[in-house]
């Protein structure tokens, strides 16, 4: 029978904000930790600078733990030189690994340090093998992948790639897939592709159903999805594979990095000794008590579009400990819930009273710390709190009552806050040879890191033994007696000749040196080859530099995604028209529709393709047009092929001239830049990447979440996926309805995955003349629920101004009359202080 290779026991990979939060990480015996800087980071409030790196690196590899920068957002035409700086100082500082999103930030990346490790970020919005395969032809050793993958569709990639895999297993998730998400870039100016993420998926939406407001009872926040929790799934995933599993949350504290930590080391451990998961109930709550917005597998186990968002609430809950009973003038009886039999409320207990069936999401909720935890005769508790703490007025029979904070949790946590002595400790393995009238030699090694070993020779010969000789218990007691430094000695082997003699003091002296070298050896690695940044940069940026073809007529391309727009697109004769249909395999007819037509014809990819859907790609091929692609994955399966013209979409987030070159070279005719960059930046890319080979959005509701999560499914029927939903997507029309009164509309995919578009119609008319003038001619309009009649009347008017007919401010006039929920710069808006950069070229 042949025997099993032994399972890789993949990675426990905890975040870290800042100092407590690392040494956390490490004493709860985390394999390494990811962190960010103060900039290029995609959590821009917290971070190391980069003079505290090599001291960050010093302590993590001092306990042998792996430290990986997140240089993961997309970097600005101006920031190119500044960020190969720093990716210079990081590699020289001695991190692991490098975290990173911009295609060509790495492409350059890899030219300053050849021998350095990059992990691609989730950011990348990768979900299928395809999009692996591109990511390692790009020079990545290891991808994230991205947080609505199934195991199953995991372990299918795996299967299908020879690259490492890093997935996700516990803390928040986002609501659109990362990399996709463009809400704060658009209502607020902070691209969440920078580090900036305002939160808009946490905000109160209300439903609109065919233009009518649909009741959800509790559900006010429609966008907001509990917390991953994959403890009870590691098992499962130790047997694939996976190189890392990947604990989220740099915004959180100390207890909750060690908490978590804690929980999956130890799962880990034990999964790959092949032992039962011995989890108890008690620290199952206490993982949900340190931070939750409620807690589950989510898409881990598959696709439940019912379990991902319940819409109470947004926020940290904690753990569901009762349900208001009786409210008094002075307190609150509850009917407890299981988890109070678990882990008892009692007085100190911060709680926090959900009334989400009846209080609006503007009031805020009551809550306090309990003074008094009387019991009842039925079961029943009876709270009392401070005085004035809590308004009992505000409280009502049938509100839930969480626990937001519990203080016997710091108790639990302060081992790894505070440590007597290191608590995760590296296991040594020593070899002694031992002979009578010869040197004694010890050989000591690392046994999670077999490259650390070192070898410490007696300086004298040792004699023989006048009435105890050697033993492998004597050596035992001396060499364990390793104090406060990171290791600890797990075994120890012996060869004798003879019957030798060594003092204690000797065996100190020899252990001291030991210990001494292999910290050395830890710390003090061979550097990295680092490359001059400067003239690679040059270098780079000539090259990425297009000349300029022949000037162009402006085009105007038309984006639909209806039948009755296409019918109006149709009339009006543009350069091409993009179809991006719910229904992918109902598109042919139209495609013959438009060719009849004379009209070019493009298709939009999805933006996001997972395993089993290669099929679409396939289907792609076969309509043989253009087509406008949104995926790495697909871009690296067409190029395999012979294929019309590819035109790179937003969603491939190109920000920098470095990154649209990448592109060109892997087959794309032209590219459309993120929506993370304003007016401004689109106008100086086309000056860099070659103006003829840029498209731009002039007109669109922005694409502000992309998301897995199905709105129809889950609001309008109790189906868990399009399996048994009815597909309501298919003959109702839905938009979410913020607190500001904004009706965004949401549609959905071949994919069944929904995009939240932005209310307000985002336009161009405030910048189109410098666009032109910076040499842009390809003009796309995109429409969503617009009819045919205001489809017709917004590409006239762009019409008109192409034509010289009209002015741009002219066209401003006509686009506010025309767009029936207002018009905005959005993603295009020119920050003031921005007019000052330098035009690079």
Known sequence: M?????????????????????????EAGADSVYFGLKHFSARAKVGFTLTELPSVMRELHTRGVRGYVTFNTLVFEHEIAGAADAIAAIVDAGADALIMQDYGMVRLARQIA???????????????????????????????????????????????????LEIFVHGALCVA???????????????????????????????????????????????????????????????????????????????????????????????AAGRKLSITPVEELQLEQVYSRGSGPYFLTGTNHQTVVKGRAPRHRGVCIGKVTKVSPDSVTIQTAPAHK??????????????????????????????QSLPNLDGSLELKFGNNAVRFTRIHPGDLVWRTHDPALERVAKPYLEPAAPAARQSIHIRVTAAEGAPLVTEWHLIAHPEISTTVISPE???????????????HEQFSRLGNTPYTLKSIELTCTGTPFAASSLLNRLRREAVEQ??????????????????????????????????????????????EQLEAALELTPASITLDYLDLYGLRPSVEKVKTAGIAVRVASPRILKPGEARITNFLLSLECPLVIRSTGILHELKQQPHSDLIGDFSLNTANSLTASAY?????????????????????????????????????????????HCVFCRFLSTGTTYKDCGRPCETHTVALKDPSGRAHPVMADVGCRNTVFGAEAQEASSFIDQWQEAGIRHFRLEFVHESAGQVREVTLAFQSYLKGESTSAQLAAELKRIAPQGVTQGSLFVPPDYLALPILQ
Request: include cysteine; aromatic fraction near 6%; charge should be negative.
């Open 664 to 708: 060109f070279e892997l087959g794309l005719s032209r590219l459309t830049p993120t929506h993370d960059l304003n007016a401004d930046q689109v106008a100086r890319l086309a000056r860099t990447a070659g103006a003829a080979r840029i498209e731009v959005v002039a007109y669109q509701h922005l694409p502000v979440f992309h998301t897995e």
């Open 114 to 164: 050849p021998g350095m490790e990059f992990h691609a970020s989730t950011q990348m919005s990768i979900t299928d093998a395809a999009g692996v395969r591109q990511a390692q032809e790009l020079g990545v050793q290891r991808v994230t992948l991205a947080r609505e993958l199934a195991l199953t569709e995991v372990r299918s990639i795996i299967e299908q790639t020879s690259c490492d």
């Open 518 to 563: 292999l910290q050395a050896q830890q710390v003090n690695r061979p550097p990295l080859e680092v490359n001059q940044p400067k003239p690679l940069v040059e270098a780079a940026l000539r090259q990425a530099t297009a000349e300029e073809p022949a000037s162009l007529e402006p085009q105007l391309h038309l984006l639909v995604r209806t039948p």
């Open 342 to 371: 678990i882990a008892p409320v009692k007085p100190g207990d911060g709680l926090v009273f959900d009334a989400a069936s009846w209080r609006s999401p503007e009031e805020p909720e009551e809550g306090g710390r309990i003074f």
């Open 2 to 26: 042949r025997q099993q290779p032994p399972v890789r026991k993949p990675e426990v990979m905890s975040p870290a904000g800042y100092w407590p939060q690392l040494r956390a990480a490490v």
């Open 461 to 475: 010969s040792i004699e023989r033994a006048q009435n105890r000789g050697l033993t492998k218990d004597f050596l």
């Open 177 to 271: 897939y990362s990399g996709q998400c463009f809400s704060s870039e658009a209502w607020g100016g902070r691209s969440a592709n920078r580090g900036q993420c305002a939160q808009a998926c946490r905000l109160p939406y209300e439903m609109l159903v065919d233009g009518r407001l649909e009741p959800l009872a509790d559900a006010r926040y429609l966008l907001s999805p509990g917390d991953l929790y994959g403890l009870r799934q590691v098992p499962e995933i130790v047997s694939m594979g996976v190189s890392a599993m990947k604990i989220e949350g740099r915004y959180k504290d100390a207890d909750y990095v060690a908490l978590a930590t804690a929980a999956y080391r130890k799962a880990v451990d034990e999964a």
